[in-house]
């Protein structure tokens, strides 16, 4: 990957890494409100992807907001339209499996994704996903924190927050990276979409940060087990209660 940073994710900019389905159409909006709000309601075939390089009102899990200062992140929703039989909140483990192979890709080091939708790089949150179901549609929106200082990162996240760059020391190319993180998104998105998360289980399993760790639950203190092959996290409580949840806020001990 180029340590030059782009300077937008216009379509003229990302086009020569689109190599797949996903990309097309492709919208873009120098600033938006959220780009989850460009694909909102709009009819769009699967695939179909809306990027900025600023959001006004950047929506993240649990009514936070999602920041980034301009021209340094990714931004980006794809609109999806998957089968009825399949499980919708398997979706995020989808996207942060997409996610995190896009930046083991782009950085050399192994992503790690945090059960249900944080993708992590040295212990500290690089990408987090939503997943909204709009009339039978899901729009999966990706944050992706690349070329912020250290300074430019919020520091009031329930998960420390850290970018490629501060975690490697060079810049990225936001539209190669957006290519390249729209191809696997579309490759493992059709595994999962033939085969469910069985098929991906492996790459998940692998890449499981929670596994072991002493995390609370919504407030409640328990060890983690492992992501289950149906895309439920195992806990084992203090209280000695094996429980599979299907969501929720998991904090960890650092
Ligand atoms: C989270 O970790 O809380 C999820 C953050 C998701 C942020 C992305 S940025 C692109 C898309 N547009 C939004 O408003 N949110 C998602």
Redesign the pocket.
């Given at each position: 990957m180029s340590a030059v940073a782009a300077e937008s994710l216009s379509f003229e900019a990302v086009a020569p890494y689109i190599r797949g389905r996903f990309g097309k159409p492709y919208r873009y909006e120098p600033e938006c409100?959220?780009?989850?709000?460009m694909l909102h309601g709009s009819g769009l075939p699967e695939g179909a992807t809306a990027a900025?390089d600023h959001?006004t009102?950047?929506?993240?899990?649990?009514g936070?907001p999602?920041t980034?200062p301009p021209a340094s992140?990714?931004?980006?929703?794809v609109m999806l339209h998957p089968p009825p039989e399949r499980h919708l909140p398997e979706l995020s483990l989808v996207a942060a499996l997409a996610a995190a192979e896009a930046i083991e890709g782009a950085t050399g080091l192994t992503a790690q994704i945090k059960w249900p939708?944080?993708v992590m790089l040295n212990r500290r949150?690089v990408?987090?996903?939503?997943s909204e179901l709009s009339e039978g549609t899901v729009i999966v929106?990706?944050?992706m924190n690349v070329n912020q200082a250290r300074d430019a990162l919020p520091s009031d996240t329930p998960t420390e927050a850290g970018s490629l760059r501060t975690l490697t020391g060079s810049t990225y190319d936001r539209a190669a990276l957006l290519g390249s993180l729209l191809f696997r998104l579309e490759r493992i998105y059709d595994g999962w979409r033939h085969g469910g998360l069985a098929d991906l289980y492996g790459e998940i399993g692998a890449r499981d940060f929670l596994r072991g760790r002493r995390i609370t639950v919504d407030g409640e203190a328990a060890t983690a087990s492992q992501i289950l092959r149906d895309g439920r996290l195992e806990i084992a409580t203090d209280a000695h209660e094996t429980r599979a949840i299907e969501s929720g806020e998991v904090l960890f001990e650092r």
């Amino acid at each position: 990957m180029s340590a030059v940073a782009a300077e937008s994710l216009s379509f003229e900019a990302v086009a020569p890494y689109i190599r797949g389905r996903f990309g097309k159409p492709y919208r873009y909006e120098p600033e938006c409100e959220s780009t989850q709000l460009m694909l909102h309601g709009s009819g769009l075939p699967e695939g179909a992807t809306a990027a900025t390089d600023h959001q006004t009102g950047g929506r993240g899990r649990m009514g936070r907001p999602w920041t980034a200062p301009p021209a340094s992140s990714l931004l980006v929703s794809v609109m999806l339209h998957p089968p009825p039989e399949r499980h919708l909140p398997e979706l995020s483990l989808v996207a942060a499996l997409a996610a995190a192979e896009a930046i083991e890709g782009a950085t050399g080091l192994t992503a790690q994704i945090k059960w249900p939708n944080d993708v992590m790089l040295n212990r500290r949150k690089v990408a987090g996903i939503l997943s909204e179901l709009s009339e039978g549609t899901v729009i999966v929106g990706i944050g992706m924190n690349v070329n912020q200082a250290r300074d430019a990162l919020p520091s009031d996240t329930p998960t420390e927050a850290g970018s490629l760059r501060t975690l490697t020391g060079s810049t990225y190319d936001r539209a190669a990276l957006l290519g390249s993180l729209l191809f696997r998104l579309e490759r493992i998105y059709d595994g999962w979409r033939h085969g469910g998360l069985a098929d991906l289980y492996g790459e998940i399993g692998a890449r499981d940060f929670l596994r072991g760790r002493r995390i609370t639950v919504d407030g409640e203190a328990a060890t983690a087990s492992q992501i289950l092959r149906d895309g439920r996290l195992e806990i084992a409580t203090d209280a000695h209660e094996t429980r599979a949840i299907e969501s929720g806020e998991v904090l960890f001990e650092r």
